[in-house]
């Protein structure tokens, strides 16, 4: 199917799925079922969405872009698989939306992806398996080692709650437009968090909110501990007090938070 032609919205960071050559890698990644019910973020044009619907018990898309909501509404006229929401995948409540999506499979926009995947950790805990396409930079950061650049505050998250399953790195020319940056698969699967992981993302965020700053210092100017009590808890877990945050390891904040409590 040729997709009509929609120009992409720079300010929402569309880049529009057109090569349907990248379904059957997604559907790999994605370990679809029969059975499954999927959460897709930014349908665009729909091709995505078509191909889970032949394939998954259900689908629910969120797009923002009002001015495709016509062209989508005519493609999956009559489908009773898929249904459409209209909205801001970061404002509205998803949980709600599609509470029996046990997937997130979704070409995520640019400008939504770290946030919408740090949010979706703790705020979707039905979702198993996330399958997304994002920036080959976010794609790295997600499960980047201590120590490295692209370790941060999304890396330990990410981490903390999920394995990395799948990877796939995605060329520009699937993409209309094509795009400056280089795309990539990513594919995860949830695994068992701490009770207190909604404690430990505080902690993660203020830690890695002033990077040169030390972690114990970080932690002070967010008001989350005073310097001293931040030291001690470092000290505790046999961390140099003066180290920064990108020296832990994701397990290591979980200590950490128990320590400061």
């Not at 059975?35 to 259900?58: K, S």
């Not at 969120?62 to 898929?82: I, Y």
């Not at 995605?170 to 795009?179: A, L």
Request: aromatic share 6%; hydrophobic share 50%.
């Amino acid at each position: 199917m040729s997709p009509p032609l929609f120009k992409a919205k720079k300010r929402l960071g569309q880049h529009f799925l057109v090569d349907e050559n990248m379904l059957g890698v997604i559907g790999r990644l994605a370990r679809l079922d029969v059975a499954d019910r999927v959460l897709e973020i930014g349908p665009g044009l729909g091709v995505l969405t078509a191909y889970l619907a032949e394939r998954v018990a259900h689908v629910d898309t969120v797009e923002l872009d009002r001015g495709l909501e016509s062209h989508l509404r005519e493609r999956f006229a009559g489908s009773e698989k898929v249904s459409l929401h209209f909205g801001d995948a970061l404002a509205v409540d998803l949980a709600a939306l599609a509470p029996r999506a046990t997937k997130l499979v979704a070409n995520l926009p640019y400008n939504i992806a770290t946030p919408l995947i740090v949010e979706s950790i703790d705020g979707l805990p039905q979702i198993e398996l996330w399958c997304v396409m994002v920036q080959r930079e976010v794609a790295d950061r997600l499960f980047a080692s201590p120590g490295t650049k692209a370790y941060g505050a999304v890396s330990v998250l990410v981490q903390l709650a999920a394995e990395r399953s799948g990877f796939h790195a995605v060329s520009r020319e699937v993409f209309r437009p094509r795009p400056r940056v280089e795309s990539a698969l990513v594919a995860f699967v949830r695994k068992p968090m701490s009770e207190n992981f909604v404690r430990i993302k505080r902690v993660v965020n203020a830690a890695f909110a002033y990077r040169r700053k030390t972690l114990a210092n970080s932690l002070a100017i967010a008001g989350l501990a005073s310097r001293e009590l931040a030291e001690a808890a470092l000290a505790q877990i046999d961390r140099d007090p003066r180290s920064r945050a990108e020296a832990l390891a994701p397990a290591e904040f979980i200590a950490l938070t128990e320590a400061l409590s």
